[in-house]
T-cell receptor, first 116, second 117 residues
Framework: KQEVTQIPAALSVPEGENLVLNCSFT??????LQWFRQDPGKGLTSLLL?????REQTSGRLNASLDKSSGRSTLYIAASQPGDSATYLC???????????????FGKGTHLIIQP | GAVVSQHPSWVICKSGTSVKIECRSL??????MFWYRQFPKQSLMLMAT?????????EQGVEKDKFLINHASLTLSTLTVTSAHPEDSSFYIC?????????????FGPGTRLTVL
């Protein structure tokens, strides 16, 4: 059974710092990996999606890397801002040979606070 | 971008009653929808996979007779929590997969907060 772990569980840093969030998964047979942002009491906002054949994806100040063989992904946030404060979730989709869609397995998230 | 809506956004009900939650894909057709549950300070857990026109596939440990899922059209899936109890209080989130999406991305709804008294 796939398990996704995120470290740290919580992080508080001053504005402007660069930071790294970590995600690890136990089964490397994944179809893709996705990073989400969740604001309190809200749904999910997709940030980056990395296909299993890719090594990284970038969007603005965000960069996500994937090392499938070691079961790890990192989300790098550059020049953090107070508006980045949220819970960041990592999720993997298992490989589905039948070609259909499959649900995601989520980590518990990293609760990030950026101090002004 | 693709938009998924959920209704209601929150609901409070008495123990023993049934509650229906709707998940709609507003601007695309979704052959597959997923239902997740999130308890406080926990991560999202997949409950079931819903395919249009067929029975839902439930994850291990999820009671199919308690959580009824209907995916009657390409834009609507419903989750009915039957005979709800306080332990069913949770945040329920659906997601939908676009039918012809090259990127094969799941789009998430805003969630429904259920409180059972």
């Amino acid at each position: 059974k796939q398990e996704v772990t995120q470290i740290p569980a919580a992080l508080s840093v001053p504005e402007g710092e660069n930071l790294v969030l970590n995600c690890s998964f136990t089964d490397s047979a994944i179809y893709n990996l996705q990073w989400f942002r969740q604001d309190p009491g809200k749904g999910l906002t997709s940030l980056l999606l990395i296909q299993s054949s890719q090594r990284e994806q970038t969007s603005g100040r965000l960069n996500a890397s994937l090392d499938k063989s070691s079961g790890r992904s990192t989300l790098y946030i550059a020049a953090s801002q107070p508006g980045d404060s949220a819970t960041y979730l990592c999720a993997v989709r298992r490989y589905y040979s039948g070609g259909g869609a499959d649900g995601l397995t989520f980590g518990k998230g990293t609760h990030l606070i950026i101090q002004p | 971008g693709a938009v998924v809506s959920q209704h209601p956004s929150w609901v409070i009900c008495k123990s023993g009653t049934s509650v229906k939650i709707e998940c709609r894909s507003l601007d695309f057709q979704a052959t597959t929808m997923f239902w997740y549950r999130q308890f406080p300070k926990q991560s999202l857990m997949l409950m079931a996979t819903s395919n249009e026109g067929s029975k839902a596939t439930y994850e291990q440990g999820v009671e199919k007779d308690k959580f009824l899922i209907n995916h009657a059209s390409l834009t609507l899936s419903t989750l009915t929590v039957t005979s709800a109890h306080p332990e069913d209080s949770s945040f329920y989130i659906c997601s939908a997969r676009e039918r012809l999406a090259e990127r094969d991305t799941q789009y998430f709804g805003p969630g429904t907060r259920l409180t059972v008294l």
